[in-house]
């Protein structure tokens, strides 16, 4: 028999640190150069927030030829390779580097390794932009390992020199088993200096964890080529949710799926506007799942401030950010 409705709210869900200023980024180049501003890839992997970009004034492109020479690009918060930079400076672009800070420390500890003269095993996912970026900060020096399975046949030319490095957006339980896999076979491995998953994904992580032991049915907002998202669809499923799945708007929700469902767990991407999930819950409380109960397993705080090309005005005002300020998106 089907008990009381209601929904589990995960927190923290949707927006992350590096998110927020990527989409500031754009914002304020708009404001400041006029459109259009050009961007290399999605700047997040969110449908809803590349189409209200695009709707101001934003292009998006796949490659930096694709922009008019001497204009304005901004580089995605997924990151760039050094290649990228080199073509756009040749082509004259005026790049602002909207590259999440927690990224760009995956690539330093990509550049020393190599320098040093070690393998690098990057965990991450094959044509994921990430792990494009990092992978060409030293191609000589890196290899992506794809899983845990992967882990298994993947050579090294000396086993007393690897150590491995990680995309940020992974299924922390999943890069832990490639890693158990890895050492087995090089016991040598090295670990990371610290941890390269970063604190928005690993924190979803943990809430939903909490959320779904719960719940007959998790529904995760967030678009299909956004890596953290499609973690909780998974991580759901593996500590106990009946169902997942994963939209991009609440009218993709199924009617079908509600069939002797209780309690519904709900989250959202690390590149989900709120605006998205309060959707879904106007649309869960009309169809009876109106008690709404929060499961917070963490603080977030954290802002970054914007691109340095995009710190201060012409008047010479200061990002309201670097001085502490709060982030202007919800
Ligand atoms: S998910 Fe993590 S690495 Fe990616 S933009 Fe957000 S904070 Fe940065």
């Known amino acids: 028999m089907q008990g009381h409705k209601r929904v589990l709210l995960a927190a923290p869900r949707g ?21 259009p501003v050009y961007v290399r890839k ?12 695009e709707a ?10 694709e ?17 990228v930079v080199s073509a756009a400076s040749d082509r004259g672009l005026q790049a602002i580097d909207a ?21 690098i095993l990057l965990i991450g996912h094959e044509g994921h932009e990430e792990v494009e970026g990092t992978a060409g900060e030293a191609p000589e020096h890196i290899t992506i390992v794809n ?43 090295q670990d990371p200096p610290s941890d390269d998953i970063c604190y928005a994904t690993q924190n979803r992580q943990v809430a939903i964890k909490k959320v779904a032991k719960d719940a007959d049915l998790v529904i995760v907002v967030g678009s299909a080529n956004s890596s953290n998202s499609v973690r909780l669809v998974e991580v759901a499923l593996e500590y106990g949710a009946k169902a997942a799945y994963r939209i991009d708007y609440a009218d993709e929700i199924e009617q079908s799926w509600f069939d002797g469902v209780a309690t519904v767990g709900v989250t ?34 954290l802002l970054f ?7 201060s005005d012409a008047a010479g005002n200061r990002d309201d950010r670097a001085l502490g300020g709060r982030t202007t998106r919800p």
């Not at 999605?42 to 970009?53: F, G, P, S």
Request: with cysteine.
């Open 15 to 35: 927006y992350c640190a590096g998110v927020d200023r990527a989409v500031v980024a754009v914002e304020k180049a708009l404001e400041r150069y006029g459109a």
């Open 42 to 53: 999605q700047i997040v992997h969110n449908i809803h927030v590349v189409t209200e970009l």
């Open 56 to 65: 101001a004034g934003a292009i998006f492109v796949d490659e930096v030829d």
């Open 67 to 83: 922009v008019p020479a001497g204009a304005h690009v901004v580089f995605s918060a997924h990151g760039v390779s050094p290649a």
């Open 99 to 119: 590259t999440c800070p927690l990224v760009t420390k995956v690539h330093r500890e990509a550049v020393r390794f190599a320098k040093s003269d070690y393998e």
């Open 147 to 189: 899983s845990p399975d992967h882990a298994d046949e993947v050579e090294v030319k000396d086993p007393s020199k690897v150590v491995w490095l990680s995309q940020t957006t992974l299924s922390v339980d999943e890069t832990m088993e490639t890693v158990r896999r890895l050492r087995v076979r090089f016991p040598h491995l």
């Open 268 to 301: 959202s991407g690390a590149s989900v506007p709120e605006v998205l999930v309060q959707e879904v819950l106007a649309d869960l409380a009309g169809a009876g799942y109106r008690d709404v109960e929060e499961v917070k397993t963490a603080e977030e705080d």
């Open 305 to 311: 401030s914007l691109p340095k090309e995009l710190r």
